[in-house]
């Protein structure tokens, strides 16, 4: 793993724009530790284009609040992590950004939410335009019942997208790593294909739409660490030309690939009936983890709580 | 082995007791009792196909099976009588056909609706109605076939298909079976549907389609079997179905399969032919037999083709 992992990382660090690790925490690879050698430089926000921008974000399901007042930014070509215990409201707030919410009658958000400056719960926004734009990629992979092939062809056909639809397949099952597994089986069911392949199909599919965003709620909590350890490499390649935003409960994992940390916990109500998650602090990775500013952020990086 | 020689004997030598306490007989009885139950149907089924078949064998030796299958003129009640089969089971056909058209998009397009669209509030008042109308007895559709789905037919005739169905019709017959029909296409669909996983849903929505083509490309698709499973049980329906056609369609032989002309089913036939002075072992009640295993055997080969059709286009999903 190590070669073509540090092949990648010396591609990532000659890329424009782009100054991750130098490829040496690539070379320790082998060695298991909570912390990364090495974290992704975040660059100075001021040089950085925002993706999105919350403010006093809440969401509420049937009245009863599930993340209250979140208020960040997300940059573009970065990978921003939402790290916290369980209940803590990751899950709600990353569906809130491409408005997979919607499909929850119950569901209610207030706060403002910019997208590249509009705001994306406005009175004409479409959600389903939102969604060709800002893909996501589930916890559980979620594969339709059909070929390699047509799974990944079925965005660009219900999108009406024009080219050649195989070149369309192959370049997104390249994006995804995928090509050189499947290319002899693209015909083949995708439920034949292992946990972690059908993760990274689900990739593929998201990226065949050429979204602007990936989001990630949890995407290997259902996979073994090798799959994993493929699909944290394949969000560094596509970093490169999408922005992403990552649920995860597994903190190296955050501190492995992501640029951006935002750290949120569960809050009670006097009468501990009603919970609801709260940012308690969102900076770059690498000071979240080894730096933090608030103690809590400092209990829960270093396993004393959660 | 008592409990007392264990306690006698101390630890060393006790010996745990693994034989049962009682020879359990209720438990034997149990089993006996389910699987006579379950036997029933199986010995039923057996009875009735021998039932069918000796008389059945009796009339091929009167008549050549080669003269019953693709005879054109059927008129075994008559002298001379003719016992050319099919105008009777293009009566089925077509009967069949014409519910199945009427039914299948209506009874799909109810189940997406109910599974894709209706709130849920709706879906637990629609979906019972839905099964009640599958129970409501069928003189009574066939009934509301005559007095009210005919009469509407004739009135609303458009009159560049040719001339309008007379007071019974193929057509009406169709109809009237197609909204028995209905219901079960629509349930049985509806829970195939309702059974599909919610992530392929939100796999779909979250590439931006929309609300329709998450129900026409991934839901439909992916229910298929069941919403084919549906359309067999509704098939197999109206093909048995008796009253509605006799009421409805009339009970004419006739070789067509214009819709606006009356025919004979073969249910029909059966139902008008085998009543109580038809003389035993006569021809006449040996075409009966001949016509009810008929029609067993293409209920039969139907449901089997359905399996291997589901089978071959199901698509599988864990």
């Known amino acids: 793993m190590s070669e073509l992992t540090e092949e990648r990382f010396r591609e990532r660090a000659e890329a424009p724009g782009n100054d991750a690790g130098d490829g040496t925490s690539a070379a320790a690879g082998g060695s298991i530790s909570v912390q990364p050698d090495e974290f992704h430089h975040a660059r100075d926000i001021g040089e950085l284009e925002k993706v999105f921008e919350l403010e006093s974000l809440s969401v509420s399901y049937a009245g009863v609040p599930a993340v209250k007042e979140v208020s960040m930014d997300i940059y573009k070509n970065e990978v921003t992590a939402l790290i916290g215990p369980s209940g803590c409201g990751k899950s709600t707030l990353i569906r809130c950004l491409n408005r997979m919410n919607d499909l929850v009658p119950t569901a209610e958000v207030t706060g403002r939410l910019l997208y590249h400056g509009e705001d994306l719960y406005g009175p004409k926004v479409d959600p389903v335009q939102v969604r060709k734009l800002i893909g996501m990629v589930f916890q559980k992979p979620n594969p339709f019942p059909k070929s390699i092939y047509e799974n990944v062809a079925f965005g660009p056909r219900i999108l009406g997208m024009k080219g050649d639809m195989d070149e369309i397949v192959e370049k997104a099952l390249r994006g995804a790593a995928l090509w050189d597994e499947v290319k002899d089986r693209l015909d083949s069911n995708a439920f034949g294909m292992s946990g972690g392949q059908q993760q990274r199909l689900c990739i593929a599919r998201c990226i065949a739409v050429e979204p602007d965003v990936i989001l990630m709620d949890e995407p290997c909590s259902a996979l073994d660490p090798i799959s994993t350890g493929k699909i944290e490499d394949l969000m560094m390649e596509l970093k490169r030309e999408f922005s992403i935003v990552i649920v995860t409960h597994n903190m190296q994992q955050a501190a492995r690939v992501s640029d951006r940390t935002a750290f949120l916990m569960v809050e009670l109500d006097a009468t501990e009936q009603n919970r609801w998650g709260r940012i308690v602090e969102y900076d770059a990775t690498e000071k979240i983890f080894t730096n933090p500013g608030d103690p809590r952020t400092e209990d829960y990086v270093s396993g004393k709580v959660g | ?318």
Not at chain 2, 46 to 70: R, W
Not at chain 2, 137 to 144: C, H, L, Q, W, Y
Not at chain 2, 185 to 214: F, Q, W
Not at chain 2, 310 to 317: A, D, M, P
Request: proline fraction near 7%; include cysteine.
């Open chain 2, 1 to 318: 082995m008592q409990a007392s020689d264990i306690a006698a004997s101390g630890p060393a030598a006790m010996k745990p007791r693994l034989e049962a306490a009682s020879p359990r007989y209720g438990e034997k009885i149990t089993i006996a009792l389910l699987a006579a139950c379950a036997a029933i149907s199986v010995i039923t089924t057996t009875a009735i196909v021998i039932s069918l078949l000796v008389p059945s064998v009796e009339f091929f030796g009167d008549v050549p099976i080669k003269d019953f299958l693709f005879g054109t003129d059927w008129g075994p009640t008559f002298t001379p009588p003719t016992f050319g089969v099919l105008p009777i089971v293009v009566g089925t056909l077509s009967i069949t056909l014409w519910s199945l058209v009427f039914a299948i998009p209506i009874g799909i397009a109810s189940a997406l609706y109910l599974s894709e669209y209706a709130s849920r509030r709706v879906r637990r008042i629609v979906k019972p109605v839905l099964e009640v109308l599958a129970g409501v007895p069928t003189v009574a559709f066939g009934f509301f076939a005559l007095v009210f789905i005919t009469p509407q037919i004739q009135k609303f005739w458009p009159g560049f298909l040719g001339d309008e169905p007379g007071i019974f019709s193929a057509l009406a017959g169709g109809l009237a079976i197609g909204l028995l029909i209905v219901p079960i296409i629509a349930t049985v669909s509806e829970d195939a549907m309702s059974a599909v996983p919610n992530g392929l849903r939100e796999g779909a929505y979250a590439l931006g389609a929309t609300k329709s083509k998450v129900a026409a490309r991934v839901v439909l698709p992916a229910a298929l079997s069941g919403v084919v499973a549906g359309i067999i049980l509704a098939a197999s329906r109206a093909i048995g179905e008796t009253m509605v056609v006799l009421l409805a369609a009339g009970n004419t032989p006739n070789l067509t399969l214009n819709p606006t002309e009356p025919i004979q089913a073969m249910t029909a036939f059966i139902a008008t032919t085998a009543t109580g002075d038809i003389a035993t072992g006569s021809i006449t009640y040996k075409t009966v037999f001949a016509v009810a295993m008929l029609l067993f055997v293409m209920t039969l080969l139907m449901n089997v083709l359905s399996i291997r059709i589901v089978r071959r286009y199901r698509e599988v999903y864990e």
